[in-house]
């Protein structure tokens, strides 16, 4: 399987897909006024304690309260020392104790300063959610302060090289710290290690004398942006190519690499194409299917993914489908290719929580037991944590899938004011990056350079706000003149580009 990470920089935001044989699987959006917030360390206050419910809520600086609860509250140092040398599961046995712990146990106290990180990112109204069991991920080890305990990562399956890992992390570990080593550690040596033990270390000592200084509630430390964090956590060995169209980000990818990992240094390419990187590996069309509500299968079936507050409920059906033989069969048939379809949308729409998919009705049992199977094989390649059931009889399926960060639905739409909620639209900076675009494959392409786009007016002041505004960075950006007018007749996601010497209108030229 060829697996590639193509990066694109625009005025809006940056981008960063995840490609498996030339498919979309993963796409990750960052914005200048969202960005990434999973593994800060927020210096917090405790506002309220439910021990009812086992959880507190902490201010850490932003709009909502963060949510923690008691489970995820650390200082077992000398509880873990009973499971130090266990060899199965090694990054989920840190958690086995801290449910056996006491809720009356707990020292918190309304008003209590505490030491949180975020695992969950806000959604919608919900806050962060945060633990106080402090972990610092570098590229081969995860140093957890406060831990006694080594463990080495699943996705390592070759006994001896598991056994050689472990016994190089108990020889490097220093007292009152945990180590965990990464699946990118297969294969390395311990001066390696040992190298990335010591940054961890300097990065934990800075965040031990920030939080002294510092008055709660205040960001404590800022992990690493979207873009940095895949090169860290993704960059596997598994990676053929990485492709970016920022010389910023290309500098920064490899002189981290160079650090951390030169071998693959030869792997980063700085795209230089005229058409949008997107384009090139033609990106963009699946991420317009993600956005969408229906997904067509190959066989003419299709699926639909409806969004509800409490879960998310897909309907396989199998519209254009014709069968040539028994109806078991071609359900069947369509089923098990709805499941690899769906495996991949969720990953590729990172949905989260509860998920419920309405398959097409079958009686044998055996072919019901086929599907399960074979759709948990397809979501092992999903990185987030799943729990599945067997079909019900009702011919449902249901799962919870881990949610660290909204969704793509949400992290690449807003709300409609025209429909009040209840639909979606592109939002303001999904818009602008389709006029970047546009700009450029006219200029590129067919060599315009004055242009007149109309767009709504809430887009228009989206695009002009401020001295360097968006606009205004664009035409400096393609060497192009663009004067804006405004049209309330338009759709907020919706822009016309016409030439500014004729009046022709570019719209359709600039996407086709």
Known sequence: MKKAIIINASISGTRVAILEDGHLVELF????????????????????????????????????????????????????????????????????????????????????????????E????????????????????????????????????????RRRLKKIARQIRPPGFGLIVRTVAAEKNQEVLEGDLENLLHIWEKIQE??????????????????????????????????????????????????????????????????PVFDAFNIEPEIDKALSR???????????????????????NSGKYVSRGQQEESSLRINLEAAQEIARQLRLRDIGGIVVIDFIDMQ???????????????????????????????????????RIRPGLLFALTESCPTCDGIGHIASSATVATKIELAIRRLRVHYGKRRFK?????????????????????????????IDIQTDNMLMFNQFRILSKKDGKDLTELAQA
Request: glycine letters at 6%; charged letters at 30%.
């Open 210 to 275: 920030r939080a002294k200084k510092i008055k709660a509630p205040a960001l404590v430390y800022k992990d690493m942006g979207t873009v940095s964090s895949v090169i860290r956590d993704l960059f596997t060995k598994d990676v053929n190519q990485v492709v970016v169209d920022s010389r910023r980000l290309y500098r920064e990818i490899v002189h981290y690499l160079q650090d951390v990992s030169p071998h693959l240094v030869p792997l980063v390419e700085l795209y230089r194409g005229k058409v």
């Open 453 to 481: 786009l109309i767009v709504h007016p809430k887009l228009a002041s989206y695009l002009t706000e401020g001295i360097r505004s968006r606009i205004r960075r664009m035409m400096w950006r393609y060497l192009v003149t």
């Open 29 to 120: 959006v960052e914005r200048p006024e969202r960005e990434r917030m999973i593994g800060n360390i927020y210096k917090g206050v405790v506002e309220n304690v439910f021990r009812g419910m086992g959880a507190c809520f902490v201010q850490i600086g932003q709009p909502q309260n963060a949510f923690l609860r008691f489970s995820d509250i650390g200082d077992f140092v000398q509880e873990f020392g009973q499971i130090g040398d266990e060899d199965e599961e090694e990054e989920n046995s840190w958690k086995v104790l801290q449910r056996e712990r006491q809720i009356k146990d707990l020292p918190l106290v309304t008003g209590q300063e505490i030491l949180v990180q975020i695992t969950k």
């Open 364 to 402: 044998n049992e055996r072919n019901k037991m086929k599907l399960y199977t074979e759709f948990k094989k397809a979501l092992r390649k999903d990185r987030a944590t799943s729990t599945v059931l067997p079909l019900s009889e009702f011919g449902l399926m249901q799962l919870t899938r881990e």
């Open 294 to 316: 229906k997904v067509w299968l190959k066989s003419g079936g299709y699926l639909i993914f409806d969004y509800t507050e409490a879960m998310v409920v897909i309907d396989v």
């Open 122 to 161: 806000p959604i919608n109204s919900k806050g962060a959610r945060v633990t106080s069991e402090i972990s610092i991920p570098g590229r081969f080890l995860v140093l957890v302060p406060g831990y006694e305990h080594v463990g080495v990562s699943r996705k390592i399956d070759d006994p001896r090289e």
